[in-house]
């Protein structure tokens, strides 16, 4: 298991890189809402090594940091079964506030489009663009210094990615309905 960790100013988040064992069925992005107490997010981490789970990556992102509160985001794959085993398995951990699946995204009526900036160097941008793929945000513009992505899905996908790519440098510059905003648009 590998980690990584950046800062900006009083938020901090880390990406762990875990391997696993299970076949590949379904791609899933869980979300969960976590209180930053000594040792959750060990736990978090810890509940995954070596358990035989196909996880792709487990990224943590602090969200408030007044209330102590983190968000971490898994990336899996595995049968439906495993999915809901992993679910099950996070929504037994002390301090959790939510489990949510990213990748069910609901109707169309709860569906948004985002644009979002993020303007990072270095790591932050090498970062960032992983986050996206994770996501599966597109790149709609680029700069040397900064990147526009374009995301849509239900309103808690978005909230996610907004969460993971503050501490990178976001910048939110528009979101709406998926029918008020045209694929591309600036």
């Known amino acids: ?30 979300s969960v809402l976590v209180e930053n107490e ?25 969200v408030d940091h007044l209330d102590k509160r983190s968000r971490i985001t898994v990336v899996t794959s595995g049968t439906p079964q ?3 085993q992993i679910k099950a398995q996070l929504g037994r951990i002390v301090s959790v506030h ?29 970062e960032a663009l992983r986050l996206a793929e994770i996501f599966r945000a597109n790149v709609v513009d680029s700069t040397l210094d900064s990147f526009v992505f374009e ?10 990615f907004a969460d993971l790519m503050r501490p990178l440098g976001l910048v939110e510059m528009a979101r709406t309905g998926v029918a008020g905003l ?5």
């Open 1 to 30: 298991m590998s980690a990584m960790k950046l800062s900006s100013d009083s938020v901090s988040h880390s990406v762990y890189n875990l391997s696993g064992t299970e076949s590949a069925a379904e791609r899933h992005t869980l």
């Open 38 to 62: 000594p040792g959750v997010l060990a736990r978090v981490v810890g509940m995954f090594s070596g358990r035989g789970y196909n996880i792709e990556s487990l990224t943590v992102a602090e």
């Open 82 to 84: 495993v999915i809901e």
């Open 98 to 126: 939510a489990v949510n699946d990213l990748t069910v995204e609901g109707n169309a009526v709860s569906r948004e489009l985002g644009l979002f900036k993020v303007a990072g160097k270095g790591e932050a941008r090498i």
């Open 151 to 160: 995301i849509s899905g239900a309103p808690t996908k978005l909230d996610a």
């Open 182 to 186: 045209k694929r591309g648009a600036k």
